[in-house]
């Protein structure tokens, strides 16, 4: 294996080391992804991420011009609008969003399950299934060698870690980088959107993200997918000739069970949920849920027990603390494995996105023999560490997911959500404020700082 054209195993097919490998495949470069999942379809991967300029930007670099376009195509229907409202569905604040005329510079509404079959998408030859990490060993000659589960391994130059917030390659690399917990618990529902579900929402809400600012420190977040296929998985009627024309002979499709949707997740601190939520499942889970919210709007409610109790997910959410950098070497790590974040507005996946176009090009100027394979590295890590712990502590401070965020507090919570509210109230109706909280909107994921 020649310091020039490097052979890369990524650990994980998740979205930072699926768009890595596009990107490295792309430049010529081998690249060989290990997956523990047994099949591209297994996962509770169907909930919404928001992808911003920042991740289109590093898609539109690292997948061929066809398979971005695939991903254009498969994208829900953009957000017209991002409100706030309160627990009883009155509206406090409305912000209408760019138009999605531009293939990067908007808001993407995306489902996780629809974007993993989009970049699997030609990779059967790169992708691994049902290989569980074990451990890696670096040997003298520069090469490491990653073991698995199964009994077999597999060598390369540079081994990547893109395993998630459990990265088991973390662990042994970097045993002192350690997650914590956030002190919030998510409750995430998937409801089918149908004509009666449709009907609970009033326009600006079908058409936007709406953050829920409840009384008592409930949280909540609501998004509404709409795809251009129906629940058949057949194309709709009035999708443009072009969206057909890449959708109709996509094969992501066949293992793509995403059907039109309304995301409704609720949230608040630890504190307020039972001792075993983590352990709950399936109806048990939704109750919990109306038990938290019983001064929601009554179709708030409703939506809650419509849900699809196959898809309610509890999510204790946690964080990474902060590293100082190591010593480079022919391991690595991106996204999640690196810098857990807490979620919302699609911070995660967005820097994981980031992260993968930045050590793409690093690689690629090593292959071309400009600079070494551990120079390519460290000036990835350089670069990558300061962003990302960026926006940990960003995520961490934004819309209560700390759970020593004041509005989870008995009397001053009531206080700090009148000032919440009051906030996005007057930024709402203040042209100039408007204007650079949109902006905002767009450049929060992980832009360039």
Known sequence: MSPSAPHVLIIGAGTGGLCLAHGLRRAGISVAVYERYRTRGEGLLGYRVGIGPTGSRALRECLSPELFDVYLATCARSPRWFNVITQRMRR?????????THPVDTERSVARMTLRQVLLTGME???????????????????????????????????????GTHSAVRRQYLP????????????????????HTRSLLPERLQRGISLIFGTGGMMGVLHVMDFKWDADG???????????ALLSPWSGRAHDPTRDNINLVVWSTARRFPHDVMQRRGDELVQVALELTGNWHPNLRELLMRGDPASVLPIRVTTSEPVPPWKSSTVTLLGDAIHTMTPGRGVGA????????????????AAAGEKTLLQAVADYETEMLPYGFARVADSLNR????????????VVGRLALLGARGYFGVTSRVPRLRRNFVDDFYTYRGEED
Do not use: W
């Open 92 to 100: 406090t604040a409305s912000f209408e969003l760019r138009p999605d």
């Open 125 to 163: 030859d790169v992708v691994h299934f049902d290989r569980t990490f074990t451990h890696y060993e670096q040997r003298d000659d520069g090469t490491v060698t990653a073991h698995f589960a199964d009994g077999s391994s597999a060598s390369g130059d540079l081994l990547v870690a893109a395993d």
């Open 176 to 195: 002192h980088a350690v997650t914590r917990d956030a002190g919030t618990i998510n409750i995430a529902t998937r409801i089918p959107l149908t004509e």
């Open 234 to 244: 057949r194309l709709k009627p009035g999708v443009s000739e072009a969206d057909a």
């Open 350 to 365: 967005n820097t994981a996105l980031r992260d993968a176009v930045l050590l793409c090009r690093q690689l690629r100027l």
């Open 399 to 410: 819309s209560g997911t700390n759970g020593d965020d004041r509005m989870y507090k008995p």
